[in-house]
């Protein structure tokens, strides 16, 4: 009887041991210098610098065109913003077709504004390539 309660203090002897050493990796209470904090400090390096390896984390940069939506905006010089929309945005029509697809593309970007002139800019082939807009807030 006296072997088999040694055994069984053993046991939650060991568990409890390894209980409190569980513990203490995960507070962190080993001082500097002790093989303990080396083997956790070394853990550490691994994980940061193989998991990228191992782990897909999804973190690429989103690929981005910096001209999405195809409008480039400038001042003018004159405290006042030109527009510069690509022509593939416009659909070719006449002058109130072609005002109100710039409308389009520009009131959500600047919010509500009237269209004061506007230039078709052409390719050396004489192409509408973009269209320059000058508009004033409503």
């Given amino acids: 009887m006296g072997l088999r309660a040694a055994e069984a203090d053993a046991q939650p002897a060991t568990a409890n041991r390894l209980w409190r050493t569980i513990k203490s990796f ?6 500097r210098g002790t093989v303990q904090y080396d083997i956790m400090v070394t853990l550490i390096l691994i994980f940061v610098f193989f998991s990228p390896r191992l782990i897909n984390f999804n ?13 480039v905006v400038y001042p003018d ?3 006042e913003f030109i527009y510069q929309v690509d022509s593939r945005a416009v659909p070719a029509g006449n002058d109130f077709a072609v005002r109100a697809a710039l409308l389009r593309v520009i009131e959500p970007i600047s919010g509500s504004v ?12 004489g192409h509408v390539v973009a269209y320059k807009v000058w508009v004033q807030r409503e």
């Fill in 26 to 31: 995960i507070f962190w209470s080993y001082e």
């Fill in 59 to 71: 973190d690429r940069p989103v690929q981005r065109n910096p001209h999405s939506t195809g409008v």
């Fill in 77 to 79: 010089g004159q405290g």
């Fill in 114 to 125: 009237s269209i004061s002139r506007y230039e078709a800019v052409t390719d050396d082939r």
